[in-house]
């Protein structure tokens, strides 16, 4: 491994950041990290911090998992890679997949499609909707809808059902026929609705209102997750997802749900569909389905879907997407050991426990401190905490107070995550009461400080 110096020196110099400006990462060298144990990580600097980002919203288990460790090693070692495309198979994916089967079973989905990561699902999931109005006859159903705020990677059918300009203005023209519907987001939404059950109604009114205007036979899929994450912690009111699912049923509309922070327990409960008591017809999963450890992810298939697929006599049903690491061995076994830990740990039972602790300490911090807007979440480990100059007007706090408050948190032993302004807390699952604490304080030093 090359030395502190050489890593300072070359820090950014060779590589461009994602989700950053190229100047930017030259001119704000990014922290250079170079270990992690448990819940905590060490930068180059040999300052040790809780990682309350658990990495991108994914090493729920810490930096720690000897069981994840140990299978990729071991899976290395006896079959470092195998391709699931037509015609051959691997041992670990098919373990994983009877696994999975098991797993999302209450959620009513029995297959799975594997991936390298989140944004690949995302494909996958929006052509294979597609793809099953094809196959049952109805191929003028192609449109897709979502939610504003809503975020879905950054593949260009993502990035199309995205809900974030940010993510979107540098890369358009999209995919055409896209349509967003204002989110359940009561802190600011176009009805100036702040009560969360009348803003989920007032939103479920204009999705049908879409729908109607788009005529329900050409729209293929609506997609959103089941807490919104990287819009900023939106988490929406409980009747919400349950109302989508009625309408979509209503329309012949598939429900995709985006999972790929909220499944494997981040929401206290093993999905986010299932936090809410809602069947999607796609699932895709991917960030803690490894811990982190591995690239990966599983778009689950509603059993339904399944058949129509299986059943198909027209070879439309050829399933012409896959990705040279779809079903990767190593990944298939960071997976299985992954969810074994993820049951074993109960870690679900944890993001509930410490997601309650957070919360209401967020809400003392908000008392506290007038810069702080709103602080959301409640639903398991995500949180936000959105920052304003001025509670009155909700301006948001400039860039140079936002980063007083992350290096003060930073300084006092808490990494968080900043995007916008807001604060996002997506801490490891395996977090304790007296890491909520730590989080707590260092939080209320970092808004002081602003
Ligand atoms: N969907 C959601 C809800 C996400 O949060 C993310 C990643 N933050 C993605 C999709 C994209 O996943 P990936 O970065 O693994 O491609």
Redesign the pocket.
Known sequence: MKDDNFLKENNARHMWHPMAHPADSLANPPKIITSGKGVRIVDVDGSETIDAVGG??NVNLGYSCAPVKEAIAAQLEHLPYYSTFRGTSNDAVIELSFMLREFFEPDGLSRAFFTS????G?EIALRLARQFHKVRGEAGRTKYLSLKKG???THTG?ASVNGNANFRTQYEPLMPGCFHIPAPYTYRNPFNETDPEKLAQMCLAALEDEIAFQGAGTIAAFIM?PVL??GGVIPPHKSFMPGVREICDRNGILLIA?E??TAYGRTGSWSGSRHWGVKPDFSVT??AITNGYFPFGAVMIADHIAETFEQDETGKANIASGYTYSGHPVGAAAAIACIKETQRLKVNENAAARGREMMAGLEALKKKHGIVGDVRGGEGLMNALELVSDRETKKPLDAARTKTVFDTTHANGVMVRVSGPNLILSPPLVLTAEDVKDILSALDAGLAAA
Do not use: N, R, T
């Open positions: 991108l919203w990561g989140g944004s690949d995302i975020y879905h990677g993502g997750e994450g990287a985006d790929v922070i991917a960030k």
